[in-house]
């Protein structure tokens, strides 16, 4: 795998684990 793929792959894994982080935030702020 090239540099720039690897690149890409660490950003969308950060981007995937941020908007789980993010709907369980949301879920948990609005769930009683």
């Known amino acids: 795998m090239s ?3 690897l690149a ?3 950003v ?3 981007i995937y684990y941020y ?3 993010s709907v ?3 879920i948990g702020l ?3």
């Open 12 to 14: 969308a894994i950060a």
């Open 24 to 26: 369980c935030w949301y």
């Open 8 to 10: 890409w792959l660490i």
């Open 3 to 5: 540099l720039g793929g």
């Open 19 to 21: 908007s789980v982080q």
């Open 30 to 32: 609005h769930v009683p």
